[in-house]
C-alpha cells in the first residue's frame, strides 16, 4: 500500500498558511478490548496527545467497521509519516525512517533506524504494490525522491538511487495496477503540471516524460491539478480546480479520470461538462476552502474526497465520467483517508481530532459502531488490510 500524500507535513504548512449520510455522531474512543483474530484490517495512526509526547496508536477493525486496541498500543515514537507493507511499517521524523515490525496480533517492535542524510528533509513516504520498494520525497536544495529496496526478513533498507525536480515537497507517486508507473500533480505557482515515475524490476526510478494532458476547460480558463490516485487496474482520478486568466478560482474542484497506456502515457476524455464537482473543498469566492485529500477503494469502485468542508463519496467508473455517490457524510475538516479491503472507510481530522469509520456498499454508507473516536493530536494514519 502506498501513501498519496503526506498529510503530517500539509498540516503544518496548513497552520501556517446536503444530509449526513451517517448513524448518530457519538464520540468514544476505541475500546481496550483486545481481540484482533477476527480482524479485517490494522490501522495505525501517529499522534501527539500532549506537548513532548508521540506515539503511534493502533486498532484492529472488525467486518463491522468497530475498532479495539491492539495489544502493546499506543507505542512511543516520534513518527510523523508511516506506511505500512504486509509485515512492515515504516515512519519518517523528517530526518530519519524507522523500521517496524508487525506481529500477528497488529503489535509493532522497531528493529531499525536508517538515518537520511541530515541537509534535508523527509516529507512523506511510499511503498509500491508489492511492498519490497520504499520511497521518500525529500528536500535539500531541489525537490527529491529516494529510492530503497526492502529486505522483508529484517526490515532493513538499502539505498537504490533518487530523482531530482519531483513535483514538491510533501507530494508523493500512486501507483497504477502494472506497478511500473507512478503520478502526482500539482500547479505550483499556477503553471499545472502532472509528473510520473517509471519504476524499474529492481525498485530504482527515473523520472517519466509525461504528456501534459488536462481536462477541456471553458474557453478562456485552465484547469489547475492538485495530487492524483490510481484505481487496481490502468486508470487516475485526478482533482482540478478552475482558473481564469487571471489565476482566479472559478469554482469548487471538479475530477477528472484519465487512462494509462502500456507505455505509462496519459489520455482523458474529461471536460468542464461531464466532470463532477466535489462538496468536499473549493468554495467559490473561498481561498481558505480546498480539497486535501482522495483515494480509490481496494474493489476500483468507490472515489472518497476529502477537504476543508468535509468528506464526500463518488462512484469511480474506470475510464468513464465519475459520478456522485452522496453528499458530505462528515462536514468536519477531513485531512487524510483510507480504505480496507471490506469496505470500510477510514477518514481523519486534525482539528476535529477524530477517526471517523464508515462501511460503504451498493446500498449505502453507513456509519460503523462507536464512531467517531477520539485521537488526541492525530497526525497521520495508514491501513493494513487483512
Known sequence: MSRRISVFFLALATTFASAVLASAQVTSSPTEKSTTSSA?????????????????????????GSLTTIPG?????????????????????????????????????????????????????????????LYADY????????????????????????????????????????????????????????????????????????????PTPPSGDFYCPWSAVADPTDHLAIAVQPLNGNFSPLGPYQLATYTVDSAGQLSTTSTYKNMPITEAGGE???????????????????????????????HFNGAEPITKYTGLIVTDTVDQVFWDNSNHLYPIGYTAQKLWVFTVTSTGVTQAPGSPHTIAGVGSLIVLPK
Open 40 to 64: 479485517v484490517a490494522y490501522i495505525y495512526l501517529s499522534s501527539s496527545p500532549s506537548s513532548g509526547k508521540n506515539q503511534i496508536d493502533g486498532y484492529s477493525a472488525s467486518s463491522d
Open 284 to 314: 467559490t469566492g473561498n481561498p481558505s476552502s480546498y480539497v486535501i485529500d482522495y483515494w480509490i477503494s481496494a474493489s476500483g469502485k468507490y472515489l472518497a474526497v476529502a477537504g476543508t468542508s468535509g468528506l464526500q463519496v463518488f
Open 139 to 214: 528536500f535539500t536544495e531541489n525537490n527529491e525522491e529516494l529510492a530503497y529496496s526492502i529486505d522483508n526478513s529484517t526490515g532493513k533498507l538499502t539505498y537504490l538511487d533518487n530523482i531530482s525536480a519531483g513535483p514538491g515537497f510533501g507530494y508523493v507517486e500512486s501507483f497504477v495496477g502494472d506497478n511500473e508507473y507512478a503520478y502526482e500533480s500539482t500547479c505550483y505557482q499556477f503553471g499545472p503540471s502532472i509528473y510520473g515515475i517509471q519504476r524499474s524490476s529492481n525498485g530504482a526510478i527515473t523520472m517519466l516524460d509525461v504528456n501534459q494532458v488536462y
Open 73 to 133: 498500543m499506543p507505542l512511543p515514537s516520534a513518527a510523523g509519516d508511516v506506511v505500512v507493507n504486509s509485515s512492515w511499517l515504516f515512519a519518517s521524523d523528517g530526518k530519519s525512517i524507522y523500521s517496524f515490525s508487525i506481529a500477528s496480533n497488529g503489535s509493532l517492535k522497531q528493529v531499525d533506524t536508517l538515518e537520511v542524510e541530515p541537509d534535508g528533509g523527509i516529507g512523506s513516504l511510499f511503498l509500491d504494490h508489492t511492498g519490497t520498494s
